[in-house]
């Protein structure tokens, strides 16, 4: 994968943070999980607490039997806000990361914890208006002629522009609402977005009208990890142990929030470096969990 495209993948999924919160210069207290997050990237995370990744998050702190402590810091510019937030000790763990050793080949002073979901790019639409997407399982496999709703810089449009599509039409993915308001209207008749946001907002703002359903192929599934700092092996050590025993509950908070997930993850020996991610490649289309969508070109500063 081209560089350019790389960076892409560190822009969705990812998460982020805006406020500072108190830090004395030393690590985490004990009975502390202190996680860094963005205040307003639901489904992920946000400051009043109601995202999937915060639910994870407690998930994580009560099995340790401890309390999680949030620095809130935006999320746009990955690297700008890890050297803000994590790498300045101000917080330990960042959730919705892409599982993929170029990450920390990127990013040498984190590593990843072991996966605790896998998820990707989906097809959305409403059931009954287009009859020929039921069977449709890649992007490769869409009928010509439909209007399909796409973000901007993600790899649907770059494979639908590729493949000489004749209908795509672009959103922005800080607006995630948009593509499914005009696929209610009846503006667009598809669309390829990130199937997390999209089976989020579908399950609570849309009462569930639309089919979300994860696509195959290079690019569009991506396994999700933490990352901590690199010499903090006792925490991830920590975190890959309540991981591996926390798979059934994890998968009941993506229920939960309406997140479309892949299977059950296969056991991993702890810490990182084992494998490539069980994708059908090994792409990421933008920074995880930031923003609400895997999206935007925009660069990691």
């Known amino acids: 994968m081209a560089r350019g495209a790389w960076r892409r993948v560190l822009w969705v999924v990812g998460v982020g943070l805006l406020g500072v919160s108190a830090w004395d210069g030393a690590g985490g ?4 999980l202190r996680v ?3 205040p307003e990237n639901l489904p992920f995370t946000d400051r009043t607490l109601q995202g999937f990744e915060n639910r994870i998050a407690d998930l994580i702190a009560q099995t340790m039997g401890a ?15 890890l050297r803000n937030t994590l790498l300045a000790g101000r917080c330990d763990i960042m959730f919705g990361l892409p599982y993929d050793e170029r990450f920390t080949e990127e990013l040498p002073a984190v590593t990843l914890t072991r996966p605790y979901y896998t998820t990707g790019y989906a097809l959305v639409y409403v059931p009954g208006r287009q009859p020929s997407l039921d069977k449709v399982q890649s992007v490769d496999a869409l009928p010509e002629g439909l209007r399909v709703g796409v973000w901007n810089r993600t790899p649907p449009q770059d494979v639908l522009a590729l493949r000489g599509y004749a209908h795509i039409v672009t959103y922005h993915p800080w607006y995630p609402e948009e593509v499914l308001r005009d696929l209610q209207a009846g503006q667009i008749d598809a669309a390829v977005v990130w199937g997390p946001t999209a089976g989020f907002y579908n399950k609570a703002h849309y009462a569930s009208v639309f089919v979300v359903r994860l696509l195959e192929g290079p690019d ?49 020996s702890p810490g990182f470096g084992e494998s490539r991610p069980l994708t059908a490649s090994p792409q990421f289309p933008y920074e995880p969990g930031m923003r609400g969508a895997l999206g935007s070109h925009t660069k990691a500063h």
């Open 220 to 268: 569009f599934t991506w396994r999700i990890a933490a990352i901590v700092r690199k010499d903090d092996t006792a925490l991830l050590k920590r975190v890959n142990a309540i991981l591996e025993q926390s798979g059934s509950q994890i998968r009941k908070i993506l229920d939960d929030f309406g997140i479309p997930h892949v299977g059950t993850l296969p056991s991993l």
């Open 67 to 81: 309390r999680v402590e949030y620095t809130w810091w935006v999320t746009r510019y990955l690297r700008r806000m």
């Open 29 to 32: 207290a004990e009975g502390v």
């Open 36 to 38: 860094c997050a963005d």
